[in-house]
């Protein structure tokens, strides 16, 4: 596997992503020409997982860790757009800007997640990245908004360019991904692209970022933001019933490896941690100290007590590592475990929802977190 490249892994969520019709968005570097009639020579290529390690890395400054108080709620940009019409729009991304003149018809959705988003907004998208599960297309979650749409699958490895631009594209999203600058700069070539932010580490844009970053690239800002408001009034409602929630110090843990555990935390740099922050719940001290930079941060089998807070959230990405975690002496003496403060997440759909962390698959997260949380902190009192 090409190491170079940001390597998202599927086994982080898993019990654990015909010619170019409107301007190609601007970028800050130059790049070598895309032949969209041959490209099968290019030797750039997006490695994007290994399925046997998060291992994804960025060179985003990291910020200085806070367990201050979790925010009312993730912030969401704002847009505003003509009456009449959405083009031409321009939005900013990792790599500069790109410009979008006219309402896009051929999508390709190159993200993880990117195309639930698509769906969601009843975009069809003509492509969408292959992640992990056994569905043909989409998950659950998504089947309704899929309908009797039959989108070409792009594998979840490397990119083929030349795969791409055959599709003709007149607009390329990669909001959950990790794309690289030259990646950029041949994908643009063949169509105008989106990437991911610039503020966040590769995957940790919070999903009502991505979402309105995605609603505006395909004129349909305010459809988005009423699906960000429809979601996140279901988690003001959860925060709002469940005030003893607030403060509480919750430490997101998964397991991943081939025969032997290997143990990871996830902090504020995660989107799938801030999930747990629009609770109420923080990111314990020495967890945040770890930093900010990356959606995950290893830890070894020694380091397990850093887990020891209020409640301990487990995605093991590999379900037969699960004994590894139950019969680790050091898990084992721990206040949260003895205490029955752990929260497993072993359901494929669930820990699949809640590594896409979309507006489709959050309500299925939120039906199997909020019991759970429930019982685990009321043994708080216990």
Known sequence: MNRRKSNLVACVALVALASTAAACGSDDTAADTVDTADTADTSTTIDSSDGTSPSVTTDAEAATPTTAAAPDTTEVPTTESPADADFPVTIEHAFGSTTIEAEPKRVVSLGFNDHDVLLALGVEPVAIRAWYGDYEYVWPWADEALGDLEPTVIDSGDLSFEQIAALGPDLIIGQYIGFESDDYDLLSQIAPTVAQSGDYPNFGTPWQVSTMTIG???????????????????????????????????????????????????????????????????????????????????????????????????????????????????????????????????????????????????????????????????????
């Open 216 to 382: 505006e690239a395909v004129g349909r800002a305010d459809e988005a933001a009423d699906l960000i408001a429809e979601v996140m009034g279901e988690f003001a409602a959860v925060r709002e019933a469940h005030p003893e929630w607030e403060g509480l110090e919750l430490a997101y843990a998964g397991v991943y490896g081939d025969e032997m555990a290997n143990y990871y935390v996830e902090t504020d740099g995660s989107s799938r941690m801030k999930v747990l922050q629009d609770l109420g719940f923080v990111v314990p001290a020495e967890l945040a100290a770890l930093g900010d930079d990356s959606f995950y941060h290893d830890i070894s089998a020694e380091q397990i007590e850093m887990l020891d807070h209020d409640v301990v959230l487990w995605e093991p990405a590999v379900l037969a590592l699960l004994p590894e975690v139950e019969n680790n002496p050091i898990y084992a003496t721990l206040s949260v475990a003895q205490e029955d403060r752990d929260v497993f997440m072993v359901d494929p759909v669930v820990a699949g929802a809640m590594a896409h962390s979309d507006v489709l698959s959050l309500p299925v997260v939120l039906d199997f977190l909020v019991p759970e949380l429930e019982r685990a902190v009321a043994n708080l009192d216990g």
